[in-house]
C-alpha cells in the first residue's frame, strides 16, 4: 500500500491498517507491517530531501521505517526499489526462513477482506491482482471465498508468472483467470519481432491444457511495450496474426488493453517511466488513443479506422461463432513441420475449430508476404471433428471472400493468406 495511505472515507468502528500495530518488533502475526525497529525511514538517497526543501515540502518522516513493497527490509530503499510503498503483512516472517503464521487468521488478511467487500457492494464486478505471487495463496483462498460467498458472480484475475505456481492459485487460491504471459504473450512476441518460430505456440497450449479456461490471453497489457512502439513491432499491424491466433485458438477470454485497437504506440514520455514503449506503470498519463475512442470513429486516421474495424470483426466472431466460442479445437502443427507447399512452420500457424456442423479452418502468417499456403490436414482430424472430404465451400470471416477448399484426409488444402494477417475460412458439413 501507498506509504502514507489511511482510509478517509472507513466508518467509525473500523481501524486503519497498522493503527493497532507493535512497531517495536520486526514481525508480528498481529502487525499489518513489517517494521526496521530503532532506524528511521531514509530519504536521502532517493533525491527527495533537496527537492522537497526547494519547494518548501516539510520532510517526509517515518519511525520506525517500515519495510518497503518489493520485500525490502532496510530503512533505506533505492530510488529503484518500490520506495513509496509498505509490504503489507499476511503472515509470514520473511527473515525468519519464511514461516507462516496462518492460524488464527491474521488481521491483514480480514482488513484486505474487508476492502474488497467494500468495493464489491460499490458494484466493481471483477479485481485484477496485480504481484499476486508476492501474496501468499492461502489468504487469496480465504479472501476470494469470502468475497463469493455474498458475490458469486464476481471475478478475481491474477498476475501470476511462474508456471509451476499456476494451478495452485487457481484450484486452492480461487483466481478464476491468469495472465497467459510467460508462455503464450513471450512466444507470440517473439513470433512477430521475427526471433521466434510459430512452431512453438503449440507448446503453449500443452503446457496450460488441462487449465486453458483459466488463463487470460492478451498482446498488451500495463507491464509490456506495445504492440506498436519502437521497442516492439513498431508496426500495429504486425499484431494482427497475433491477434487472431491468442482470441481464437481456444475458448479462454482475451483481454484488449486501453488503446491497443487502434494501435497505441506508448512512445510519451511520462516522468518516472521515461519514453519506454509503455503506457505508464508509475506515472499519471493522458493516452491520446482513449481521447480518440471517446469521440469516435470521426477522431481516427484511416489506417486506425482499418485496425478498429480488423479488432472489431475478430472480437464479434469470437462470440457469434460457436466454432470459436465453445468448439473443439485442433492443432495443425506437427504435420506441417516439412515445409511442403509454401506452409513455413516458422512463419505459419494453422489450426482447425469445430462446433455442430461448423468447421474453421484457421491460418496465420506472422511474415511480411502475402503467401498461398497449403496445409496438410491429417486423417486424425478427419477422425476426431468428423469432418467429411470432399470440395467444401467456403467464406472468409475476415475478408468476406468465397472461396472452394478440397478436404482430403493426409491431403493439403489451400489458402491466400495476406501478409501480417489471417484467414478464418468457415464451411459447414
Given at each position: 500500500m501507498a506509504r502514507q495511505y489511511h482510509s478517509d472515507a472507513k466508518p467509525a468502528t473500523v481501524k486503519d491498517l497498522g493503527e493497532d500495530d507493535n512497531s517495536s518488533w520486526a514481525f508480528s502475526p498481529e502487525n499489518n507491517f513489517y517494521y526496521i525497529p530503532g532506524e528511521i525511514f531514509r530519504t536521502a538517497q532517493l533525491g527527495y530531501d533537496n527537492t522537497a526543501a526547494a519547494n518548501g515540502i516539510p520532510s517526509y518522516k517515518e519511525y520506525p521505517a517500515k519495510a518497503t513493497g518489493n520485500d525490502q527490509f532496510t530503512a533505506s530503499p533505492s530510488r529503484n526499489d518500490w520506495y513509496e510503498t509498505i509490504k503489507l503483512n499476511y503472515g509470514v516472517d520473511y527473515q525468519n526462513g519464511r514461516s507462516t503464521h496462518f492460524n488464527p487468521i491474521p488481521d491483514t488478511w480480514k482488513k484486505m477482506t474487508a476492502i474488497l467487500l467494500f468495493w464489491a457492494k460499490k458494484g466493481v464486478d471483477a479485481f485484477r491482482c496485480d504481484m499476486a505471487e508476492m501474496v501468499p495463496c492461502e489468504f487469496w483462498h480465504y479472501a476470494i471465498?469470502?468475497?463469493?460467498?455474498?458475490?458469486?458472480?464476481?471475478?478475481?484475475?491474477?498476475?501470476?508468472?511462474?508456471?509451476?505456481?499456476?494451478?495452485?492459485?487457481?484450484?486452492?487460491?480461487?483466481?478464476?483467470?491468469?495472465?497467459?504471459?510467460?508462455g503464450l504473450y513471450d512466444t507470440l512476441r517473439a513470433v512477430t519481432c521475427g526471433y521466434g518460430s510459430a512452431a512453438a505456440i503449440t507448446g503453449c497450449w500443452q503446457s496450460v491444457d488441462d487449465i486453458q479456461p483459466h488463463m487470460l490471453n492478451f498482446l498488451e497489457n500495463h507491464d509490456e511495450q506495445r504492440i506498436a512502439s519502437d521497442f516492439f513491432a513498431g508496426n500495429a499491424e504486425k499484431g494482427r496474426p497475433a491477434l487472431v491466433v491468442s482470441a481464437c485458438m481456444n475458448t479462454n477470454p482475451m483481454m484488449i488493453y486501453a488503446g491497443q485497437e487502434l494501435g497505441e504506440k506508448g512512445m510519451d514520455e511520462e516522468g518516472f517511466s521515461g519514453r519506454d514503449g509503455r503506457t505508464t506503470i508509475f506515472d499519471y498519463w493522458t493516452v491520446n488513443s482513449l481521447l480518440k475512442l471517446n469521440r469516435g470513429e470521426e477522431a481516427f486516421t484511416?489506417?486506425?479506422?482499418?485496425?478498429?474495424?480488423?479488432?472489431?470483426?475478430?472480437?464479434?466472431?469470437?462470440?457469434?461463432?460457436?466454432?470459436?466460442?465453445?468448439?473443439?479445437?485442433y492443432d495443425l502443427m506437427y504435420v506441417n513441420y516439412d515445409r511442403c507447399c509454401g506452409f513455413n512452420p516458422d512463419r505459419h500457424y494453422a489450426f482447425l475449430r469445430k462446433a455442430g456442423k461448423q468447421t474453421l479452418l484457421i491460418v496465420a502468417n506472422f511474415s511480411e508476404e502475402d503467401c498461398h499456403i497449403g496445409v496438410r490436414i491429417p486423417n486424425h482430424a478427419f477422425e476426431y471433428l468428423s469432418l467429411r472430404k470432399g470440395i467444401r465451400h467456403a467464406i472468409d470471416l475476415i475478408s468476406g471472400n468465397a472461396l472452394t477448399l478440397e478436404l482430403t484426409p493426409d491431403g493439403h488444402t489451400y489458402a491466400d493468406v495476406p501478409a501480417n494477417s489471417a484467414v478464418i475460412l468457415k464451411f459447414e458439413e
Amino acid at each position: 500500500m501507498a506509504r502514507q495511505y489511511h482510509s478517509d472515507a472507513k466508518p467509525a468502528t473500523v481501524k486503519d491498517l497498522g493503527e493497532d500495530d507493535n512497531s517495536s518488533w520486526a514481525f508480528s502475526p498481529e502487525n499489518n507491517f513489517y517494521y526496521i525497529p530503532g532506524e528511521i525511514f531514509r530519504t536521502a538517497q532517493l533525491g527527495y530531501d533537496n527537492t522537497a526543501a526547494a519547494n518548501g515540502i516539510p520532510s517526509y518522516k517515518e519511525y520506525p521505517a517500515k519495510a518497503t513493497g518489493n520485500d525490502q527490509f532496510t530503512a533505506s530503499p533505492s530510488r529503484n526499489d518500490w520506495y513509496e510503498t509498505i509490504k503489507l503483512n499476511y503472515g509470514v516472517d520473511y527473515q525468519n526462513g519464511r514461516s507462516t503464521h496462518f492460524n488464527p487468521i491474521p488481521d491483514t488478511w480480514k482488513k484486505m477482506t474487508a476492502i474488497l467487500l467494500f468495493w464489491a457492494k460499490k458494484g466493481v464486478d471483477a479485481f485484477r491482482c496485480d504481484m499476486a505471487e508476492m501474496v501468499p495463496c492461502e489468504f487469496w483462498h480465504y479472501a476470494i471465498a469470502k468475497v463469493k460467498e455474498s458475490f458469486p458472480n464476481i471475478r478475481f484475475i491474477a498476475e501470476v508468472y511462474n508456471p509451476n505456481e499456476y494451478r495452485n492459485y487457481i484450484h486452492h487460491g480461487g483466481f478464476d483467470y491468469l495472465y497467459d504471459k510467460v508462455g503464450l504473450y513471450d512466444t507470440l512476441r517473439a513470433v512477430t519481432c521475427g526471433y521466434g518460430s510459430a512452431a512453438a505456440i503449440t507448446g503453449c497450449w500443452q503446457s496450460v491444457d488441462d487449465i486453458q479456461p483459466h488463463m487470460l490471453n492478451f498482446l498488451e497489457n500495463h507491464d509490456e511495450q506495445r504492440i506498436a512502439s519502437d521497442f516492439f513491432a513498431g508496426n500495429a499491424e504486425k499484431g494482427r496474426p497475433a491477434l487472431v491466433v491468442s482470441a481464437c485458438m481456444n475458448t479462454n477470454p482475451m483481454m484488449i488493453y486501453a488503446g491497443q485497437e487502434l494501435g497505441e504506440k506508448g512512445m510519451d514520455e511520462e516522468g518516472f517511466s521515461g519514453r519506454d514503449g509503455r503506457t505508464t506503470i508509475f506515472d499519471y498519463w493522458t493516452v491520446n488513443s482513449l481521447l480518440k475512442l471517446n469521440r469516435g470513429e470521426e477522431a481516427f486516421t484511416t489506417e486506425e479506422k482499418a485496425l478498429y474495424h480488423y479488432y472489431q470483426k475478430i472480437m464479434r466472431l469470437c462470440n457469434q461463432e460457436a466454432a470459436l466460442r465453445e468448439g473443439k479445437f485442433y492443432d495443425l502443427m506437427y504435420v506441417n513441420y516439412d515445409r511442403c507447399c509454401g506452409f513455413n512452420p516458422d512463419r505459419h500457424y494453422a489450426f482447425l475449430r469445430k462446433a455442430g456442423k461448423q468447421t474453421l479452418l484457421i491460418v496465420a502468417n506472422f511474415s511480411e508476404e502475402d503467401c498461398h499456403i497449403g496445409v496438410r490436414i491429417p486423417n486424425h482430424a478427419f477422425e476426431y471433428l468428423s469432418l467429411r472430404k470432399g470440395i467444401r465451400h467456403a467464406i472468409d470471416l475476415i475478408s468476406g471472400n468465397a472461396l472452394t477448399l478440397e478436404l482430403t484426409p493426409d491431403g493439403h488444402t489451400y489458402a491466400d493468406v495476406p501478409a501480417n494477417s489471417a484467414v478464418i475460412l468457415k464451411f459447414e458439413e
